[in-house]
Structure formats: structure tokens, C-alpha cells
């Protein structure tokens, strides 16, 4: 029996990936292209996360997203744009005193978490909705508006 799917990616993943690969894509540009490469693969959707080109480390730069999506867009592919929203929402708790926020710790306001996705007007995007505990050493939180 065959069945239809839709194939999604996630061409540099969320967190700390770049130090477990050097093939994770870091510049505006890279992410493009791998983007690019897997609606060429045969991938519907690709979930886009940016990261500082200085560092590889995840970001919520609006001007990297326009970069990033606007080279996508340019590059000819019919695919599904899903942008994250996912940063911004992270609580670690200090060891010194668990109801205080310790080192990691990310937390803004909705309207900051969106603002890449108000100026990029993706074809959807990904929001973690409600509060989840990840990896038993931190809970990703949504704040209210």
C-alpha cells in the first residue's frame, strides 16, 4: 500500500549543535543552501532556526531570519517555510537557589519571541505552547502577554 507523506527538516536543529558537528550550517547563507538542497531532496517543509555567524550559537535576530528566508525564497524551491519560535522561553534554575533563575536561562516576552515572524510572514511557524521540562535540567515556559 503506498501512502503520501510530507517530509520536513531542520537544517541546523535548536541548541547547542554546532559543537557536536561541523556540518551544521551557522551563516544565513549555509542555511539557505541546506535548505535549498533538501527541497531538492524531496523535502515539503524546512523548520528554521538562525545562528550568529560569530559564534554558531542559536539566535533571534530578525535581520538574520530576512537574510535567511529571503535567500530561500530567491532560490527557486517550492517548499514550506516554518520558522521557530521556540527561543525565549527557557528557565535553568540556579543551583544556589532553584527559584531563581541561574546560567542559561532565556526568557522574553511574546511579542519578542515573534518579531522575526511578524517581519518574515512565514507560511507557518512553530510555537511551543504550554510548559515542558527538557532533559530534567531545565523547563521551557511560556510567558504571558
Known sequence: MNYDVIITCAVTG????????????????????????????GAAVCHIHVR???????????????ETLGLIRDGGVDMVINLTAGMGGDWVPSEADPS???PGTDMIGPEERMAHVVACKPDICSLDCGT?????????INTAP
Not at 15 to 39: C, F, K, N
Not at 52 to 66: C, H, I, K, N, Y
Not at 132 to 140: E, L
Open 14 to 41: 535548536a541548541g547547542d549543535t554546532t559543537s557536536r558537528s561541523e556540518l551544521v550550517p551557522i551563516t544565513p547563507r549555509q542555511v539557505a543552501d541546506a535548505a535549498i538542497e533538501a527541497a531538492n531532496a
Open 100 to 102: 531563581l533563575p541561574g
Open 52 to 66: 550568529d555567524p560569530q559564534t554558531g550559537q542559536g539566535s533571534r535576530d530578525v535581520a538574520l531570519f530576512e
Open 132 to 140: 515542558m521540562n527538557f532533559s530534567g535540567d531545565y523547563t521551557y
